[in-house]
């Protein structure tokens, strides 16, 4: 962060009487949220489904939450961290807003961190995945999962249904080298042989990297790609003939999005992945989630919507806690909140803000006609490994 952009920052707050207050004591009446999310671009299905999910949030539990009135103000960073970091400030100082919400990719919640500090306002992240996010300000609370977190279990399921030799292909920045990193320590403490790939974020071209893991012919080949890549991911997979190849394909369930699942076509059926969400998990609440999502969106709930759901829940549940105070007590409340979520038994971890939750291994399968990850087992409250091994 620019030390000219704090100062900025600081003389707003000064100016508009806001340094050194709580976010709770501006306008009582209304508490504005700043809802931050990739609109166009690369990663914009991110941004519709949590857009969709907040405001289906908002329309169950209405728009008044411990007597103040809550006001969502949508603001498309396009994917570019330094827009975020504008738009977050401007939110800050010229709206007042109370919370600070979306953050598709990591590189865009970590530009707002010292923002969130600095004016004191929480930051909700529903999507980035980088497990170090959390540690970038004490303002920040994720809802979202962390990509360890749903990457050691598809290491440790490949060990145990005999992968010996695997080759890693993920995007290369944060979430991807997490998972990488995460997948090769499991998967050769276990035993196995791993040799990794990384494709570039920007305008990826897979081809080349898909040539290599044919020649390598391992047992498996693990992805990681942002959410809104995978179609793409897929197409490349199948033009290479990779799909009848032998070479079983695994993930986290960022490739199989289930925003775009349904458009990938036969050639993933089978993909096996480990993730937190699927839009066919078997809850009466996930069901009336799906039903509710899709009559008001038009389309199929994602785990991104979900961070979303859930990340209007912890605001909700928070200032009801607070009787309608923002800032560090919001964070405070927060904290430890544990709740039955559309994907299953949810809490923060009081220590580090991040999500605990279930993570699941899914099948692509057909069911009633279209793709959707099915369920077959289940990893009960996974914590963040990266913070967990930190903390023994």
Same mark, same amino acid.
């Given at each position: 962060?620019?030390?000219?952009?704090?100062?900025?920052?600081?003389?707003?707050?000064?100016?508009?009487?806001?340094?050194?207050?709580?976010?709770?004591?501006?306008?009582?009446?209304?508490?504005?949220?700043?809802?931050?999310?990739?609109?166009?671009?690369?990663?914009?299905?991110?941004?519709?489904?949590?857009?969709?999910?907040?405001?289906?949030?908002?329309?169950?539990?209405?728009?008044?939450?411990?007597?103040?009135?809550?006001?969502?103000?949508?603001?498309?960073?396009?994917?570019?961290?330094?827009?975020?970091?504008?738009?977050?400030? +401007?939110?800050?100082?010229?709206?007042?807003?109370?919370?600070?919400?979306?953050?598709?990719?990591?590189?865009? /919640?970590?530009?707002?961190?010292?923002?969130?500090?600095?004016?004191?306002?929480?930051?909700?992240?529903? /999507?980035?995945?980088?497990?170090?996010?959390?540690?970038?300000?004490?303002?920040? @609370?994720?809802?979202?999962?962390?990509?360890?977190?749903?990457?050691?279990?598809?290491?440790?399921?490949? %060990?145990?249904?005999?992968?010996?030799?695997?080759?890693?292909?993920?995007?290369?920045?944060?979430? !991807?080298?997490?998972?990488?990193?995460?997948?090769?320590?499991?998967?050769?403490?276990?035993?196995?042989?791993?040799?990794?790939?990384?494709?570039?974020?920007? *305008?990826?071209?897979?081809?080349?990297?898909?040539?290599?893991?044919?020649?390598?012919?391992?047992?498996?080949?693990?992805?990681?790609?942002? %959410?809104?890549?995978?179609?793409?991911?897929?197409?490349?997979?199948? +033009?290479?003939?990779?799909?009848?190849?032998?070479?079983?394909?695994?993930?986290?369930?960022? @490739?199989?999005?289930?925003?775009?699942?349904?458009?990938?076509?036969?050639?993933?059926?089978?993909? @096996?992945?480990?993730?937190?969400?699927?839009?066919?998990?078997?809850?009466?609440? *996930?069901?009336?989630?799906?039903?509710?999502? $899709?009559?008001?969106?038009?389309?199929?709930?994602?785990?991104?919507?979900?961070?979303?759901?859930?990340?209007?829940?912890?605001?909700?549940?928070?200032?009801?806690?607070?009787?309608?105070? !923002?800032?560090?007590?919001?964070?405070?409340?927060?904290?430890?909140?544990?709740?039955?979520?559309?994907?299953?038994?949810?809490?923060?971890?009081?220590?580090?803000?991040?999500?605990?939750?279930?993570?699941?291994?899914?099948?692509?399968? $057909?069911?009633?006609?279209?793709?959707?990850?099915?369920?077959?087992?289940?990893?009960?409250?996974?914590?963040?490994?990266?913070?967990?091994?930190?903390?023994?």
């Amino acid at each position: 962060m620019h030390r000219r952009t704090l100062l900025a920052l600081a003389a707003g707050l000064a100016a508009a009487g806001l340094a050194g207050t709580t976010p709770g004591a501006r306008a009582q009446e209304t508490f504005k949220i700043g809802l931050i999310l990739p609109m166009t671009g690369a990663s914009a299905s991110t941004g519709r489904q949590i857009e969709a999910a907040v405001k289906l949030y908002i329309a169950q539990n209405g728009d008044t939450v411990a007597g103040r009135k809550v006001q969502l103000i949508v603001k498309d960073d396009t994917g570019v961290a330094d827009v975020t970091k504008r738009l977050a400030q +401007e939110l800050i100082v010229n709206e007042k807003v109370g919370a600070v919400a979306g953050f598709g990719l990591t590189p865009l /919640a970590l530009s707002v961190a010292p923002l969130a500090t600095q004016a004191k306002v929480p930051q909700v992240v529903m /999507a980035a995945a980088t497990a170090t996010i959390t540690e970038a300000s004490p303002f920040i @609370v994720r809802t979202s999962f962390t990509l360890p977190q749903a990457t050691q279990p598809m290491a440790e399921w490949a %060990s145990a249904n005999g992968m010996k030799k695997v080759v890693t292909l993920v995007t290369d920045y944060g979430p !991807g080298i997490d998972a990488e990193k995460t997948f090769t320590a499991t998967f050769t403490k276990a035993g196995g042989t791993v040799e990794n790939l990384r494709v570039p974020l920007a *305008n990826p071209d897979f081809s080349p990297f898909l040539q290599k893991v044919a020649d390598a012919k391992p047992d498996a080949l693990f992805v990681f790609v942002p %959410s809104g890549y995978g179609a793409q991911f897929m197409r490349q997979f199948t +033009e290479r003939g990779l799909d009848k190849s032998g070479i079983k394909l695994i993930g986290t369930g960022d @490739v199989t999005d289930d925003d775009l699942l349904n458009g990938m076509g036969d050639a993933a059926l089978g993909v @096996v992945t480990s993730h937190h969400y699927s839009a066919v998990h078997d809850s009466a609440e *996930n069901k009336a989630f799906v039903a509710a999502f $899709k009559k008001t969106a038009g389309f199929r709930p994602n785990f991104m919507g979900v961070g979303g759901y859930d990340g209007m829940h912890v605001i909700y549940e928070g200032l009801k806690k607070t009787n309608g105070a !923002g800032g560090e007590a919001l964070v405070n409340a927060i904290k430890g909140m544990a709740w039955t979520s559309v994907r299953g038994p949810v809490s923060i971890d009081p220590q580090t803000r991040d999500i605990i939750q279930n993570v699941y291994i899914r099948k692509v399968e $057909k069911v009633d006609g279209e793709l959707y990850n099915v369920e077959f087992a289940t990893i009960p409250n996974v914590k963040d490994p990266v913070k967990a091994a930190k903390a023994n």
